[in-house]
């Protein structure tokens, strides 16, 4: 992480400090001079609730807390802010912060200070040295008692797992091949306790898993399946909760080419992929203490003179055969074989998340997630209450089986794409066919990669599903369904 956080010895006096009240009279508390306070009170009069103050020497935030709204809600305006604090601090220059809540929750506090961190993230390896001494914040110091040394290393592995995440998801495939992501998962895992086992494409072929090697075979590099274990000894969980995640390092949309402007951005077709890598990373750092799966198929689609085409007839890993409509539609092909494989593990719940379909964009947006469920009422309804903890929201779509009859073949058991109504439905009734275990679809087809800036999100890879996943485990109920 390129952040420090850590805790303040002392309160501050001449630092760059942030300071948290609840409300206006509070404001009378601080160490502030008259004409500081009367400026502070005017800003928040027109309802705004940051107060940048320059001092010259140095320069004072006033963070007002009185937000209206559920605690979700709250918590999200208290990252907002610290988003906004950290722009001021790169923007002048400010290389260390204090956060000091006068009168705020230490949750509160840790939102703020995860708004900053989560903020202050920039993809700079292919920057030069001019651009990235632009980013000068590296050290936000909290104090406050009242949070422990354990709070603040929860903060400091989530962050870094959501760092790493966007690093993947925006690193071009010139670098991050399959083979190449699935040796950086490696690295990423080394020292900390999970076990880490990438398939090659051998392996592969011997476990027939003919939806990963059909989208492969217009490629020049060769597809892998990564898997993730993360097995404590005193898990509270048996049987684990897997998560499955897209990894196409970049789609062309194989002989079903995309328009070039479709095209720009279809590095990121691997954030299913990365946010799994991610979430692992943080369960295992903190050692969460149930037993959690990651799976990752891992290859390119491109329309090399090889590749597959529409109108091929793929048999996937569990002897299901699919009619090839679409070689765009080339995410649910190597979710199945995942799907498929992680009957091995007779999974407590399994949750795939993927950049699936523009159908899921077009409907909600980069607000939230589209979420579907099969046989995991409860563990739906506790990770839509992990969305709203950590503003990662769930919109639920229906899963009714008559969406499955738009993906009746003539010649085979499934065709890959179904009619031009409900396609983010359609894709996971498409996958829910490889699943006979409780069962979540998430699609991030929106909020997984941003063109523009929005709030500590930031521009490009968000790194959406991996506090979203780290929530969700951490709060997990294992004795539901």
């Given at each position: ?252 949309g194989g002989l079903s080419l995309k328009p070039s402007n479709f095209m720009d951005t279809m590095k990121s077709d691997m954030a299913g992929a990365a946010a799994v890598a991610g979430a692992l990373y943080a369960i295992a750092k903190a050692e969460l203490p149930f037993y959690v799966v990651g799976l990752i198929p891992a290859t390119d689609n ?118 031009v109504e409900a396609g983010a439905i359609t894709a996971g009734k498409f996958l829910e066919h490889f699943t006979d275990y409780p069962y979540i679809h998430l699609d991030i087809a929106a909020p997984a990669f941003l063109e523009k800036r929005d709030g500590y999100r930031g521009e490009g890879g968000t790194g959406v599903g991996v506090r979203l ?13």
């Amino acid at each position: 992480m390129d952040t420090i956080l850590r805790k303040a010895l002392r309160k501050p006096t001449a630092a760059d400090t942030v300071y948290i009240i609840k409300s206006l009279p509070i404001l009378d508390k601080l160490p502030l001079t008259d004409d500081e306070k009367e400026y502070a009170k005017r800003i928040h009069r027109e309802k705004k609730n940051l107060v940048s103050i320059n001092r010259y020497k140095n320069r004072i935030f006033v963070i007002f807390g009185d937000f209206a709204g559920s605690k979700g809600k709250r918590m999200e305006d208290f990252r907002k802010q610290g988003d906004a604090v950290q722009q001021i601090a790169n923007s002048e220059k400010i290389e260390r912060i204090v956060v000091y809540p006068f009168d705020a929750t230490p949750e509160e506090t840790l939102a703020v200070c995860e708004g900053i961190l989560l903020g202050n993230y920039r993809f700079l390896k292919y920057r030069n040295e001019k651009e990235k001494k632009k980013h000068t914040l590296e050290q936000v110091d909290v104090y406050d008692d009242r949070i422990t040394e354990e709070e603040l290393e929860e903060l400091r592995i989530i962050t870094e797992a959501v760092y790493n995440t966007r690093d993947f998801v925006n690193e071009p495939v010139s670098y991050l091949t399959a083979p190449v992501f699935a040796g950086e998962i490696e690295k990423l895992f080394k020292g900390t306790g999970a076990k880490v086992e990438v398939f090659n494409k051998r392996k592969i072929e011997s476990l027939k898993m003919g939806g990963l090697l059909a989208v492969n075979k217009g490629s020049v590099d060769p597809p892998t399946f990564t898997v993730i274990e993360w097995k404590p000894k005193r898990a509270k969980n048996k049987k684990p909760i897997v998560f499955v995640g897209k990894g196409v390092v970049y789609d062309t949309g194989g002989l079903s080419l995309k328009p070039s402007n479709f095209m720009d951005t279809m590095k990121s077709d691997m954030a299913g992929a990365a946010a799994v890598a991610g979430a692992l990373y943080a369960i295992a750092k903190a050692e969460l203490p149930f037993y959690v799966v990651g799976l990752i198929p891992a290859t390119d689609n491109r329309p090399d003179g090889n590749a597959y085409t529409p109108g091929d007839i793929i048999t996937m890993h569990d002897g299901t055969t699919v009619e090839v409509l679409n070689t765009d539609a080339e995410g649910r092909l190597i979710l199945a074989d995942a799907l498929s494989y992680a009957k091995h593990y007779k999974p407590r719940v399994v949750v795939d998340i993927a950049t699936l379909t523009g159908a899921a964009a077009r409907a909600i947006g980069p607000q939230a997630i589209v979420g579907m469920k099969a046989k995991a009422e409860s563990y739906f309804t506790q990770i839509k209450k992990s969305g709203d903890r950590v503003h990662e929201r769930i919109v639920e779509f229906p899963f009714w089986d008559e969406y499955k009859e738009q993906l009746k073949s003539k010649v085979a058991d499934l065709k890959n794409i179904g009619g031009v109504e409900a396609g983010a439905i359609t894709a996971g009734k498409f996958l829910e066919h490889f699943t006979d275990y409780p069962y979540i679809h998430l699609d991030i087809a929106a909020p997984a990669f941003l063109e523009k800036r929005d709030g500590y999100r930031g521009e490009g890879g968000t790194g959406v599903g991996v506090r979203l996943f780290y929530d969700f485990v951490k709060s997990f109920n294992n004795k539901s369904d």
